[in-house]
């Protein structure tokens, strides 16, 4: 199993920058998919990006270009590096993690962090 906590999250102005990081228990975090997901008021949880245990990557198309996901394997941590921040990037944003790319993919995963938000002002 693995335990994972979000930190980072804050209130920033639109065309702001914040990182987020998610730090991951255990000492098999190399073998791990990790993923960032948010879920904004009224909505249904979304996918917004993911890295491979090699460092391969994927975006939504909404945040490809202004987001970079990224990992340490040395310190247990995912970070997502969130540059030219919109209003529509509110959100609460939770990390997610699995041995197995299509639970993070699809969000089927058990394992979750407990969400750091995200509020972007215009």
């Known amino acids: 199993q693995v335990q994972l906590v979000e930190s980072g999250g804050g209130l920033v102005q639109a065309g702001g920058s914040l990182r987020l990081s998610c730090a991951a228990s255990?000492?098999?975090?190399?073998?791990?998919?990790m993923g960032w997901f948010r879920q904004a008021p009224g909505k249904e949880r979304e996918f917004v990006a993911g890295?491979?245990?090699?460092?391969?990557?994927a975006y939504s198309d909404s945040v490809k270009g202004r987001f970079t996901i990224s990992r340490d394997n040395a310190k247990n941590t995912v970070y997502l590096l969130m540059n030219s921040l919109k209003p529509e990037d509110t959100a609460v944003y939770y990390c997610?993690?699995?041995?197995?790319?299509?639970?993070?993919?699809?969000?089927?995963?058990?394992?979750w962090g407990q969400g750091t938000q995200v509020t972007v002002s215009s």
């Open positions: 255990g000492r098999t975090f190399s073998r791990y998919y």
């Open positions: 997610a993690a699995n041995e197995a790319l299509g639970s993070v993919v699809r969000g089927t995963t058990n394992y």
């Open positions: 890295i491979s245990r090699s460092g391969g990557t």
